[in-house]
């Protein structure tokens, strides 16, 4: 149907525009020789399998490793499967997120954070905008992360970000730029993943250290799959301009519906432990402009 006062051509070309828009995205499961290029620990640290469709990170005393994706990405749906260094992992960090380059750049972050064998991970999550982060919340997760490879996504819109974990819901940092709150919507990123040692601030504050006679520590990963708007020689392969057009692309409808929005206060009502939006003591002169409109 087409919107009231519009014009049947003005809906054909709304409907063209998105037709457009999803052939110009990709969404298809990835391949780890085809889709990353490992950035350090290569070889013993950093490994590929299974005809590029499993890939592993390690962590020993001597280095850890890491992966990026060869493309860069406006907006957009990412999924990957992790599962997470099992037994006591306490001073690591498994990190996978998006980031843009240079000293103002934008990152949409997930940070695993170790812990000893029988006590939970936290899920560490920050949004930078323009070099500036301090957003963080953290989780408990409701599954231990280190039996079962489990999904963990990111909907990356102009209007919101979305945290997904198998799924649900976990976050929602939606685009203030109307109170004067940057949002990540001009700079291309890549996708990022490591595992490094980071004992003196992951665990407890960096009172337990890494246990060194348990190394390597080792994450898998599997089923990476993009739905996203690619950038290349400073173009996307969306029209960033024509936000209307995005209507028709699979990852821009999954919008929070009744359901999702319970999703959402489930997760954080019972699994969250840290909200910045929260603290009171750390912002005393009244909490960031953005909280005020956090609520989806």
Same mark, same amino acid.
């Given at each position: ?7 049947? +051509? ?45 890939? =592993? ?7 850890? =490793?890491?992966?990026? =994706? %060869? ?9 990957? !499967?992790?599962?997470? /260094? ?9 990190? #996978? ?23 939970? *991970? ?17 989780? *408990?997760? &409701? ?15 102009? !209007? ?20 004067? /709150? ?7 990123? %890549? ?20 246990? &060194? ?6 994450? #898998? ?7 996203? +708007? ?6 996307? =392969? ?12 699979? &990852? ?24 910045? +939006? ?12 953005? +909280? %005020?409109?956090?609520?989806?």
């Amino acid at each position: 149907m087409a919107p009231r006062g519009s014009s049947p +051509c003005a809906s054909y070309m709304v409907v063209l525009g998105s037709l457009l828009l999803m052939a110009a995205s990709i969404a298809a499961a990835g391949n780890f020789y085809q889709d990353f290029d490992v950035t350090w620990g290569g070889g013993e640290r950093a490994k590929i399998f299974n005809r590029g469709l499993l890939l =592993s990170l390690s962590l020993d005393r001597v280095s850890g =490793s890491g992966f990026r =994706s %060869k493309k860069e990405y406006l907006f957009g749906r990412i999924d990957m !499967q992790l599962k997470l /260094v099992a037994g006591n992992s306490a001073g690591t960090v498994t990190a #996978y997120y998006l980031s843009s380059q240079g000293p103002t750049h934008d990152e949409i972050d997930f940070e695993f954070l170790g812990n000893l064998t029988g006590d939970p *991970y936290i899920l560490h999550t920050n949004v930078f905008t323009q070099g500036k982060g301090n957003r963080e919340q953290q989780f *408990y997760l &409701w599954f231990d992360p280190t039996r079962n490879f489990h999904t963990y996504s990111v909907i990356w819109k102009p !209007q919101h970000i979305i945290f997904l974990v198998d799924n649900i819901p976990i976050r929602v940092f939606k685009n203030a730029e109307s109170v004067g /709150v940057p949002f990540p919507k001009s700079q291309p990123m %890549k996708i990022y993943s490591s595992l490094w040692n980071a004992d003196d601030w992951a665990t407890r504050g960096g009172l337990i250290k890494t246990d &060194w006679s348990k190394a390597p520590f080792t994450a #898998y990963y599997r089923n990476f799959q993009v739905t996203a +708007c690619t950038w290349s020689s400073g173009s996307s =392969s969306c029209d960033i301009r024509r936000p209307s057009s995005y209507s028709g692309a699979t &990852w821009q409808v999954n919008e929070l519906d009744a359901n999702g929005r319970r999703r959402l206060r489930w997760v954080q009502k019972y699994f969250m432990i840290y909200n910045y +939006c929260a603290d009171l003591k750390r912002f005393p002169q009244g909490i960031p402009a953005e +909280c %005020k409109r956090s609520r989806f």
